[in-house]
């Protein structure tokens, strides 16, 4: 959660502008692994991680979704980091990971 509030600051920084953004940062489902509703990330891993992001906690507070991504095993999905223009209530930046 540490590194995410600090990539939030980062990227909000980079991206002073009034339009949405969306950032990828490594994000991605397999063809063959399916959506998991149960899972704070759905079913996707960290590209490049070594035996998957599935294998390790996800904290809760990190499986927020601007929209619940498509219910599939059949193909690679991405998902990225997406900011929204407006600053959320008490000043942070509005997020949530969007395929």
């Known amino acids: 959660e ?4 600090l ?13 949405p953004s969306l950032f990828w940062v490594g994000l ?19 590209e490049g991680s070594v035996g998957g992001a599935a294998s390790r906690e996800v904290p809760a507070a990190l499986g927020r979704w601007v929209k619940e991504p498509v219910r599939s095993c059949l193909t690679a999905r991405c998902a990225g980091l997406h900011l ?10 509005s997020w949530g990971w969007k395929e």
Do not use: H, V, Y
């Not at 540490?2 to 509030?5: D, G, H, Q, S, T």
């Not at 692994?33 to 960290?46: E, I, K, V």
């Open 7 to 19: 990539l939030l600051g980062l990227l909000a920084e980079a991206a002073a502008r009034p339009a």
């Open 2 to 5: 540490p590194e995410l509030r």
């Open 28 to 46: 991605k489902r397999n063809a063959s692994a399916c959506t998991d509703a149960g899972q704070p990330l759905r079913g996707f891993s960290w």
């Open 84 to 93: 929204a223009a407006a600053a959320a209530p008490g000043g942070g930046a």
